[in-house]
């Protein structure tokens, strides 16, 4: 079974950075797409970002620009550096990885933006 485990969430003031990383608790796997979601109070989880293993990535509209998403395949990790960031950014940001056709969700780490 596989384990995500996101960290680098907190607290931060309007355009301040953040960087999330997610990778397994054990082991080595082969994941095809990796990404971040994320899920502000009373609305429906999203996309943020998305990463293929050949490195093609895919943005939301509200975030290029101002968010990286990378992934080292050698580590099983993947990042998201956050920049400029809004007080509509607070949410959790999950991880998700795809082997073959099978998703796999970390717990979530919280980001909140504000003074």
């Known amino acids: 079974q596989v384990q995500l485990v996101e960290s680098g969430g907190g607290l931060v003031q309007p355009g301040g950075s953040l960087r999330l990383s997610c990778a397994p608790s054990a082991g080595i796997f082969n994941f095809n797409t990796m990404g971040w979601y994320r899920q502000a109070p009373g609305k429906q989880r999203e996309l943020v970002a998305s990463i293929t293993n050949g490195g093609r990535t895919n943005y939301a509209d509200s975030v290029k620009g101002r968010f990286t998403i990378s992934r080292d395949n050698a580590k099983n990790t993947v990042y998201l550096q956050m920049n400029s960031l809004k007080p509509e950014d607070t949410a959790v940001y999950y991880c998700?990885?795809?082997?073959?056709?099978?998703?796999?969700w970390g717990k979530g780490t919280l980001v909140t933006v504000s003074s």
């Open positions: 998700k990885a795809r082997i073959y056709v099978t998703d796999y």
